[in-house]
């Protein structure tokens, strides 16, 4: 394992990471990276220990540093698993924070991060980093590539699946940068899968109305917080490199294509060009996905005739293993970056009183559950919530189950959140469904596979009730001075761990009952009054 070496700070004023290499360097200081050096075989063996590390506690990143088979290639190609996995301190570090801060507080700057956008800065050739090598024509042959095989039943093998896909509306030419899975075709051709809604397939299907190609990047190796914004659902007219750029805090590097006209990440380790020819299809999957199920095979996918490959000297291939939790590893960050965007898009929209958002990374890598913490404020305000949060860009898709809970509950302790659902949640009355909402082909729930991707959500109210707040039950709470009193005794104490933190005290206020079949001034033990306008909760 690596040296236990003093990792750069981060935060104000901190250089940002520049590309992956920096990124490893910095993981490698914190204690957080493990690299193989024996060659492992990258059909199931490598995604396997991916898998199970990510098991581990702590989980380090994995650099498999050479490919049985491929031993002798002048590529020298290395492997990248379990990227940013279950370690909220990488996904701290890529996302330009330090690796020590909270959750909660973590999203919330990230949610700050998203409202400043920088556009990308366009380098000259000589000064890409990726240009390193070129290969164009015939001279592509991607299947001597050691492109990894993740689970048995895979329909092929699958390239840069941490990766970023580059395409241009036909109509306003701005640039999307996304995720998706692309499986090896042939020598130089690979698939393209897409879910209904996302952008590169709105692009697509846009040129091909119009009867034309449509040019298409992917870098296959990338500092990861391209992986975690290209992730991430924006606004149609907004290229992910301002995002990115905003986050980082500068200009992302792009350089022009050589046989396409869009901008590459100039500091990508591995890149291909190619262009999808009108209804040009081909039979692609299954392969396993981020439900932790194999996806349905799809009848055809848009297929990427490669014209350019480029990549740096030892290029480092970034796979995302998608399994269930927490070898998922979209899981860990998506609860982090999705938890911002839902609360950014409520800043938007102007809804006081959000104390905290929070994707659970169980559920789905991150995508199934949203629990809104908020200070309820006026009749509806939680109703509300649950309703934005459902539809709203940064989480309409897929999204199953939106859950609100007061300021006093920590949305990311699901331990919290399950009490709050027990205790003030009457589901006959505070239960909501959505139905025929944006899902995908990937939603093992939905059978027969022709009803997807249509989809529904719960949305559950588990905040007290509005009308009754001033005398809902009281909650058992410590009070604050003794909270103080116990942690600075701690230690001494002989007790293990830091305190746990606590999110609500006690605030010696008297209890009023009013009406409530309590007592009440004027009125006699026994003598019982009944709530006015009793029914749902607003």
């Known amino acids: ?30 204690g957080e990276l493990i690299r193989i050096k024996e060659p492992l075989d990258c059909t ?28 002798k290639s002048p590529l020298g190609a290395m492997h990248l698993w379990n990227i940013l996995g279950p370690s909220l301190k990488r996904i701290a570090l890529t996302l330009e924070e330090p690796p020590e801060t909270p959750t909660v507080e973590l999203i919330r700057r990230v949610k700050d991060k998203l409202k400043q956008r920088i556009p990308p800065r366009e380098v000259p050739a000589n000064q890409a980093r990726v240009y390193e090598n070129t290969k164009t024509g015939d001279e592509i042959d991607l299947e001597q590539l050691p492109i990894p095989k993740h689970w048995p039943l895979d329909g092929g093998r699958y390239a840069g699946t941490a990766d970023c896909v580059i395409t241009r509306d036909p109509d306003s030419g701005y640039l999307n940068v996304g995720t998706y899975r692309m499986m090896l075709q042939g020598k130089n051709q690979v698939g393209l899968y897409l879910s209904p809604g996302k952008d590169a397939r709105l692009h697509i299907t846009r040129a091909w109305q119009k009867g034309e190609p449509i040019e298409v990047a992917a870098a296959w190796g990338i500092d990861p917080l391209f992986m975690v914004i290209g992730s991430q659902t924006f606004a149609k007219n907004v290229s992910e490199y301002e995002y990115a750029g905003g986050v980082k805090g500068q200009p992302i590097p792009v350089v022009r294509g050589k046989t396409t006209d869009l901008l590459l990440p100039a500091n990508a380790e591995f890149v ?14 299954p392969f396993g996905e981020f439900p932790g199920y194999y996806g349905r095979p799809e009848a055809g996918c848009p297929l990427v005739d490669v ?16 399994a269930d939790y927490p070898s998922n ?20 929209l102007g809804i006081p009183g959000i104390q905290g958002v929070y994707c659970h990374p169980a559920a789905a890598g991150g995508f199934g559950m949203t629990v809104i913490s908020l200070e309820q404020r006026y009749a509806g305000h939680a109703a509300q919530a649950l309703a934005l949060a459902a539809q709203v860009p940064g989480g309409a898709y897929y999204t199953k189950w939106i859950i609100a809970v007061d300021e006093d509950v920590d949305p990311t302790d699901i331990n919290q959140v399950i009490w709050a659902m027990s205790s003030r949640c009457n589901p006959i009355e505070d239960i909501d469904l959505l139905r025929n909402t944006w899902s995908t082909w990937l939603d093992p729930t939905q059978n027969p596979p022709e009803e997807r991707p249509y989809g529904s959500k719960a949305l559950i109210n588990a905040c007290k009730e509005h009308r009754y707040l001033p005398v809902f039950s009281k909650r058992t709470a410590l009070r604050k ?17 830091e305190t746990p933190g606590v999110r609500a005290f006690e605030q010696e206020s008297k209890v009023v009952y009013h009406e409530v079949g309590g007592f009440e001034p004027g009125k006699q033990p026994g003598e019982e009054t009944t709530p006015p306008n009793k029914g749902k909760k607003s």
């Open 1 to 30: 394992m690596a040296t236990n070496k003093q990792a750069p700070a981060k935060g104000p004023g901190a250089e940002p990471i520049q590309d992956l290499r920096d990124w490893l360097d910095r993981v490698d200081a914190m």
């Open 44 to 71: 199931e063996d490598m995604s396997a220990i991916g898998y199970l590390v990510a098991k581990q506690n702590p989980s380090p990143a994995i650099l498999c540093e050479k490919t049985k088979g491929h031993e």
């Open 272 to 285: 291909i060009e190619g262009i999808i020819r009108p209804n040009s299809v081909k039979s692609e999957g």
């Open 307 to 322: 014209t350019a490959v480029h990549y740096r000297s030892k290029p480092i291939f970034t796979n995302a293993l998608m």
């Open 329 to 348: 590893e979209q899981s860990g960050f998506f609860s982090i970056i999705r938890s911002a965007r839902i609360w950014d898009d409520f800043d938007k």
């Open 481 to 497: 001075e003794v909270y103080d009193r116990v942690t600075s005794m701690w230690k001494k104490l002989g007790l293990p761990g």
